[in-house]
């Protein structure tokens, strides 16, 4: 049975950054560091640009196999199928089993597959990793007519790649809007200007089947409106790479408090699979962006090494997609019941506040100037009410 101190399961950014932050705390540690993926680390928030052919595969590597090699930081390729938290090991689709001081979980999702009649036809891709994006950019380029189904951040920046190499868009969602759950209608009017220049939008959509003879040709809609295509691309969401995981460990994703442990102490997260603490709101949320799996992963590695000086973490999210339209969300911008949207401003710049029960500003939303999200941070960061900024 092989030991490690150190075991990071996930080798995306928020694993190989805590790698790299381990090596640096604890110069003598031993390191395993497990992904499924062939790939060393690479920017998945920029995949979209080589199913374009904007870029090679290479181009967005952030670390080569040479960096773990002089780091001696051991990186396997397999899948970890269980985690004894008792005996503190873990056993690989290998068999192999490995045992360690303390772990941490940085596994993130998978791409949530459609279900429906037809959807293991060619030419139907999930859009989650380096290997998708390749898949596509080889399978679309004799393709005219393609079809996007997902009404998020993958959705619309597939939408403008796709559009501009000239091909003929499709754009499925349930919602009556662009990022309902998220912004205001008037903000979904405003891109829906943006999308309907770019594709053929279908709203309130869903997909009853798919058709075709070995490959995608048709969608049929619920509503019976049949759509032709030739290919579809498909970002509904992820499902939480948690299945090995202990499920008293477990809610949504791996709970951890605000120094990234769960209720083990041996057992830490980052990255999308950590339900973490946010220390600014008093809950915990998960669900990350590019930038919060990469400073957790810092901190996590730095914590798993100093137990007696623990780093908290604490940031507000914000993400610009990547597309022509400024657009850019900060902090809370999931609307439900806890909270209200108010639109401070619209025209060529659009604002969107969202406020909790105590009238504080938690979050919004920026539509035609992405640089005004540094004046929102500002208000989530002091806490302060609508009221200060509206008279």
């Known amino acids: 049975m092989a030991y490690y101190q150190y075991v990071i399961i996930g080798a995306g950014i928020a694993g190989s950054n805590a790698a790299a932050t381990i090596r640096k705390e604890a110069p003598e540690s031993n390191i395993a560091l497990i992904g499924e993926e062939q790939y060393p680390v690479y920017s998945r928030v920029n995949i979209g640009k080589v199913a374009a052919a904007h870029k090679q595969p290479e181009e967005l590597l952030l670390k080569t196999e040479a960096y773990f090699e002089q780091n001696t930081i051991h990186r396997i390729i397999a899948k970890v199928t269980s985690l004894d938290s008792e005996a503190k090991t873990l056993t690989l689709d290998n068999s192999e089993v490995l045992q360690y001081d303390k772990v941490l979980i940085a596994t993130g999702g998978r791409a949530r597959k459609l279900t429906q009649a037809g959807s293991d036809l060619a030419g139907i891709f999930s859009f989650q990793t380096l290997d998708d994006a390749i898949q596509v950019r080889d399978y679309i380029q004799d393709k005219k007519q393609i079809t996007i189904v997902g009404g998020g951040f993958i959705g619309i920046e597939f939408v403008e790649l796709l559009s501009s190499l000239g091909k003929t868009v499709n754009l499925i969602i349930r919602e009556d809007w662009y990022w309902k759950g998220m912004i205001d209608q008037i903000g979904g009017n405003i891109l829906h200007e943006y999308l309907h220049q770019r594709a053929n939008v279908y709203y309130k959509s ?179 009410t609508i009221d200060t900024i509206v008279s």
């Open 206 to 384: 869903e997909i009853q089947e798919i058709r075709g003879e070995g490959a995608i040709s048709e969608i049929v809609l619920t509503s019976g409106e049949v759509i032709s295509t030739e290919a579809m691309c498909v970002g509904i969401g992820l499902e939480l790479n948690k299945d090995f995981l202990p499920e008293h460990l477990c809610n949504r994703g791996l709970k951890v408090n605000q120094y990234l442990i769960s209720d083990n102490p041996d057992i830490f997260g980052a990255g999308d699979i950590a339900e973490y603490y946010d220390i600014l709101h008093n809950s915990y949320t998960g669900g990350g962006t590019w930038a919060n799996a990469s400073l957790q992963g810092m901190i996590a590695g730095y914590n798993m090494v100093h137990p007696d000086t623990m780093k908290s973490f604490s940031l507000i999210p914000a993400y610009c997609p990547k597309t022509s339209l400024p657009i850019a969300f900060v902090g809370s911008c999931r609307l439900g019941p806890e909270m209200q949207s108010i639109v401070i401003e619209q025209g060529d710049r659009y604002v969107q506040v969202n406020i909790n029960s105590q009238n504080q500003i938690i979050g919004g939303v920026v539509i035609g100037d992405s640089a005004y999200m540094g004046t929102i941070r500002k208000w989530v960061e002091t806490g302060i």
